[in-house]
């Protein structure tokens, strides 16, 4: 009888009924064909609507309990995952201790450690540091505390200028007397930044000498302590093993005989793979971490603001157009001395996207490493000399370290788009490796038919830089039997970029590896070196066209060719930070040409410190 009810009940009547079957208990007995045994259903229609409104019902009650509960959920998935890894890296360390794998596992996850403690109690810490700083100032008065800094401030610079002036006479001058000209080459760059400045009254020299002050002593934990050298050395060559990986994309896609194009097969799709590895690292927090923190340290060390000690920070990652995202929305707040110390940056390192790339023409990682991380402090300490602060800035260091940028959905996303991003610089590469190549070859042509209707032979580019960029090769340090042959790889890095001086680097290391197993294999060989260079092994009956550079000169060449200070990227960074700030487009034209030289003398100055500490390694 309640089912004829039921069928004779109106639509609206019926489903009310159902709906409070959902939310009332009682009607349980009235209504529920999914609970009936065995019993088929009257009305299908209704039986499914009831279970998916069920089952709408049990999301509902999951979803509110994880929103209330949201907090704990994630403690005890947490507290999982690290019970798990310590489970597992306790046994790691019990089944195999000793080889590198071993030690590799230890050190990522002792910077993880560092990281989480860092992410708990490192604000804490932070607050209490400004809150014992403010309560000096109002115990003892701002005078007071004034007075206490200065007093410390010139502590610390007796305390550094002290080590390293001994340091440099009796380490270095006894020892390497012959690194000592590299001296000579900072001192000249500083000056003639110093004189060529736009303001040479108003320079600030504390961000100018510890700037140099941290290139010194980051040198000097690199080249001249063993553990040092040996953590970036070990950090080169995990840098190349991962980079290898990128193999296997280019010959899948390529094929087999992928090597047999060197330069569009295999040195482009590392910019790719690196390119997504990056993004990869930027969403899971990994860069974002490094970067804060590395942000603030040149900021306390330096006295420099917080936008430009950031983007400074991101440079050794990042490149010169992608880094400046992090502080997009300050760009049209800064003064034009920070502005300057951006662009400065971006043209004093290289991404890290390419710099993978360059490994592969035999430059050695390690260094290449050690480049990056030198010139974020060089390039502040080089924008602030030839372009001095001299307005004030309002911005709040505290929304910029916030570091607000578009999150993508996921891992695969951050990779996809990782690897969609690096097309532009990919095909900016090629086609720009192309041109000025090409450009190169009309040049010498011309320069060629223009000396010799003087009777002139030989007249090139390459010649030209040869004796042009002569004594900046010398004054860093340059062996007299390399210092042209570094010239010239200096022009190319100007007038065309970074990336064809590179390539003929590693030309010459190339050469080097054939001279090596020539005098090898043969102890009693014979060469001749021609004037322009060139080598002729005249048993083997070989030329090594542009000859080889030592090993002292290739560390040096390493640091003094990694930037992207040339004419063509002065257009790629006016154009991307115009993008980013029109209305900032004017000064930004204004100050290109200062901040692109101000880029390469950060390089050179690098450079300078690595002749300076060379101990005969590479």
Not at 341 to 351: E, L, N, P, Q, R
Not at 370 to 377: D, G, K, R
Request: charged content about 15%; hydrophobic content about 45%.
């Amino acid at each position: 009888m309640e089912d004829a009810d039921v069928k004779t009940m109106p639509e609206k009547s019926l489903t009310e009924k159902k709906m409070s079957v959902l939310v009332n208990p009682a009607f349980e007995n009235d209504s529920s064909d999914c609970e009936r045994n065995g019993n088929e259903p009257e009305e299908p229609e209704d039986r499914g609507n009831l279970c998916s409104r069920g089952v709408g019902t049990l999301q509902t009650a999951v979803t509110s309990a994880y929103t209330k509960h949201e907090k704990a959920v994630w403690m005890v998935i947490k507290f999982l995952l690290m019970a798990g890894y310590i489970g597992y890296f306790g046994y790691a360390m019990y089944y195999r201790f000793g080889d590198e794998g071993s030690y590799r596992l230890m050190v990522v996850t002792v910077l993880g450690v560092l990281i989480i403690l860092w992410g708990i109690g490192g604000g804490s810490v932070m607050n209490v540091i400004n809150s014992f700083h403010r309560g000096c100032v109002q115990y003892h008065g701002r005078n007071r505390c004034r007075i206490f800094s200065i007093s410390v401030r010139w502590f610390l610079y007796v305390c550094a200028a002290v080590f390293i002036g001994v340091y440099t006479g009796v380490e270095i001058g006894m020892n390497q007397p012959r690194n000592l000209m590299s001296l000579i080459g900072i001192a000249s760059l500083i000056f003639v930044m110093y004189i060529t400045s736009t303001d040479p009254a108003r320079v600030n020299w504390h961000p100018v000498f510890w700037g140099m002050a941290i290139q010194y002593i980051f040198a000097c934990l690199i080249l001249k302590t063993a553990w040092g050298y040996g953590a970036f050395d070990w950090l080169g060559k995990r840098m190349t093993e991962v980079l290898g990986y990128s193999n296997t994309g280019a010959q899948f896609v390529f094929g087999d005989s992928y090597e047999d194009h060197m330069f569009a097969f295999k040195v482009l799709p590392v910019i790719v793979y690196f390119s997504s590895l990056i993004a990869v690292l930027y969403y899971i927090g990994a860069m974002q971490y490094i970067i804060r923190v590395l942000g603030k340290f040149l900021a306390f060390c330096l006295d420099t603001k917080a936008t430009e000690s950031l983007n400074a920070a991101g440079n050794i990652f990042a490149g010169m157009t992608e880094c400046p995202l992090m502080i997009r929305p300050f760009l049209p707040l800064m003064t034009k001395s920070e502005l300057h110390a951006v662009m400065t940056g971006g043209f004093a390192t290289v991404s890290g996207s390419v710099l993978g790339a360059y490994v592969t023409y035999g430059v050695k990682a390690n260094h290449l490493l050690a480049a990056s991380v030198m010139s974020a402090p060089a390039a502040l300490a080089i924008s602030k000399l030839t372009y001095p602060e001299t307005e004030t800035s309002d911005i709040d260091p505290d929304d910029v370290y916030k570091l607000q940028m578009d999150k993508p959905n996921n891992v695969i996303e951050a990779a996809s788009n990782g690897a969609s991003v690096s097309i532009s610089l990919v095909a900016n590469v090629a086609v720009n490796v192309m041109a000025f190549l090409a450009l190169l070859q009309l040049v010498d042509a011309s320069l060629i038919f223009l000396g010799d209707r003087v009777g002139v032979e030989n007249l090139t580019f390459q010649l030209i830089c040869s004796y042009v960029f002569y004594p900046i090769s010398f004054v860093m340090g340059i062996d007299p039997v390399d210092c042209r042959r570094m010239a010239r790889l200096i022009g190319f890095k100007t007038f065309t970029n970074e990336f064809v001086a590179y390539i003929e680097m590693g030309k010459l290391i190339d050469n080097g590896h054939v001279f090596d197993n020539y005098t090898a294999t043969l102890p009693n060989a014979s060469w001749v070196t021609q004037p322009n260079d060139d080598i002729f092994l005249t048993d083997w009956g070989q030329t090594l066209v542009g000859g080889i550079m030592l090993p002292r000169s290739q560390v040096i060449a390493t640091y003094a060719l990694c930037g992207f200070s040339n004419l063509g990227s002065m257009g790629i960074q006016i154009g991307g930070l115009g993008a980013m700030a029109p209305s900032r487009k004017s000064d930004l034209t204004a100050m290109a040409l200062r901040a692109m030289i101000a880029g390469n003398v950060a390089c050179f100055l690098t450079a300078c410190i690595a002749g300076l500490f060379y101990s005969g390694e590479l």
